[in-house]
């Protein structure tokens, strides 16, 4: 497991503190951006939780020492990726961006779980 487990960690540790410093990167996608394109407060502040969040996992997936603490992390990552495509899947105001969110979300998930297969 641990091999592609690290490289998806660090991948997400990446993109999450990504979003932090650039929210629109999610914003966008996501169809949360105002009409000039630019991400409101409110918005700006979800998308920091969610990536503090996301940074925090990615790091643990990178960094935990094999065995159970290593499988806690994979499976935080897993269940927050399966929980952020039904919440945008369901949940964003742009139906558009609903499927391509929850889609990317989902495969994400799928990729993480199954890194737990690869040695």
Do not use: N
């Not at 630019?38 to 940074?55: E, M, P």
Request: hydrophobic share 55%.
């Amino acid at each position: 497991m641990p091999v592609l487990t690290r490289v998806l960690g660090a991948v997400t540790a990446a993109y999450s503190v990504t979003i932090v410093a650039a929210p629109r990167v999610l914003a966008g996608p996501c169809g949360l951006t105002t009409s000039t394109g630019s991400v409101s407060a409110d918005v700006r502040t979800l998308i920091a939780g969610i990536g503090a969040r996301d940074a925090a996992i990615g790091l643990a997936m990178l960094f935990a020492p094999e065995g159970k603490a290593l499988r806690i992390a994979l499976g935080a990552r897993v269940a927050s990726d399966a929980a952020d495509a039904v919440v945008f899947g369901t949940g964003l105001p742009d139906r558009s961006a609903r499927k391509k969110v929850a889609a990317f979300a989902a495969t994400w998930a799928a990729l993480c779980a199954a890194s737990a297969l690869v040695p």
